[in-house]
């Protein structure tokens, strides 16, 4: 019998175009060097590092023992879509029903499923630069031309809408927001977003409102260009439970969006995931209706770390930080030290034992910049200041 052929793996042309998120190599990196035996503190992962609430934990083990294990419908249970469609009535002040709703999975395949459904090949997108880096990864995957729109330190990290003007033309068909911001912790302000929607006017263009962060908001209300008079029909909402209720792991998002485009991101759902865990919706259901005193403890508890950790780097040589009104980062401007983002990077991670992500994890404007997360103890980030400040002391 003759050996058979171990042949080469031809991948589609499309997965050379497919990006990562560094946040994961960065913490597999770290958790390489804790092997060895080093200390690593992990700034790296945005991740709350609190447990999910009590009363949502209890109503997932109460749906597994009333049977909550099997198939749900692909859009997601009706029960939590209606509970979704009542708060997002309510916090973003618009009318919404329940097939207005999709749950997916974690908060990433809503923007999977947009761009998959929305752009063809070279059809635009704006995206924030830097910004969350699916963002990037997914449009150029389907053959889209990912258009970057720079967020500046000296606008406090929200976009200048004139240039978001000047980026739009007839191959627009997809802008993506995202407020409160990942990497910088930036808001955007109503006047700005507002200002979006009239910039959009009548064109034919949708705006994906990544609004994941929309409960760890510091300061000020949170506002959405769902909001807007005439925007609702024209904006995929998207947000979830990983980061406002602790519950990364659990994997649960939702997106809200017009009846006829949530018809087809269903399908996409079917023929990916099928649904969203049963269980894990009616501990959201518990999430959304329930007590939310933990919400808003671990929201103070993020601005207390946030105030400590931005006022430490900015006594640090080579370090300036603008204070960041929502999420659980920080994006320190690391310019003055001479050093690129990702080398430092590398540096305090390797030599320091500190873990943060290069600015350029998120894109080219984040040249210059770090991004720590708070997401850690008090006690940790206080240890991370001092590992940081003596590591510059010794070379800068």
């Known amino acids: 019998m003759s050996p058979i052929t171990q042949h080469q793996l031809q991948l589609a042309r499309r997965m050379s175009r497919l990006g990562t998120e560094t946040a994961f190599e960065v913490l597999n990196k770290a958790r390489a060097l804790e092997r060895q035996g080093k200390s690593i503190i992990h700034l790296e992962i945005g991740e709350p590092d609190f447990d999910t609430p009590s009363n949502v934990v209890e109503a997932a083990v109460d749906a597994l023992h009333k049977g909550w294990t099997h198939y749900g419908p692909s859009a997601g ?76 330190e000296d606008r406090d990290f929200s976009l200048d809408v004139l240039e978001l003007e000047a980026l739009i033309n007839n191959r627009t068909k997809l802008i993506i927001l995202n407020s409160p911001h990942n990497p910088t912790g930036g808001v955007m302000p109503r006047r700005d977003v507002e200002q979006v929607a009239r910039v959009i006017a009548d064109r034919n263009i949708l705006v994906l409102s990544d609004e994941i962060y929309s409960r760890l908001l510091f300061e000020g209300q949170h506002f959405s260009i769902m909001s807007v008079p005439g925007m609702q029909e024209r904006t995929i909402l998207l947000d979830g439970f990983s980061k406002t209720y602790a519950m990364t792991g659990w994997r649960m998002g939702y997106g809200v969006m017009r009846p006829d485009l949530a018809s087809q991101m269903t399908r996409l759902m079917t023929n990916s995931n099928s649904c969203t865990a049963s269980f894990t919706q009616m501990a959201g259901i518990e999430a959304l209706r329930g007590d939310q005193s933990s919400v808003d403890r671990m929201c103070a508890e993020f601005k207390r770390r946030r105030d400590v950790f931005v006022a430490g780097l900015n006594k640090i040589k080579g370090f300036s930080c603008r204070m960041p009104h929502g999420a659980f980062y920080v994006f320190p401007n690391i310019t003055k030290t001479g050093w690129k983002s990702k080398p430092l990077a590398d540096a305090l991670l390797e030599q320091a034992g500190v873990a943060a992500l290069s600015g350029t994890a998120f894109g080219d404007f984040g040249e210059g910049y770090l991004r720590f997360s708070v997401a850690n103890s008090l006690e940790n980030l206080q240890q991370a200041l001092e590992r940081v400040e003596q590591w510059t002391r010794k070379n800068l």
């Open 77 to 152: 249970l009706p029960d939590l879509r209606q509970t979704i469609a009542e708060y997002v009535s309510r916090t973003r002040g618009v009318k919404v029903t329940a097939d207005e709703v999709v749950v997916v999975p974690g908060g990433k395949p809503i923007i999977f499923y947009t761009i998959l459904s929305l752009i063809d090949e070279g059809d635009e997108v704006v995206y924030p630069n830097p910004g969350f880096p699916i963002y990037e990864s997914m449009i150029n995957y389907v053959g889209g031309r990912a258009v970057p729109i720079a967020l500046r």
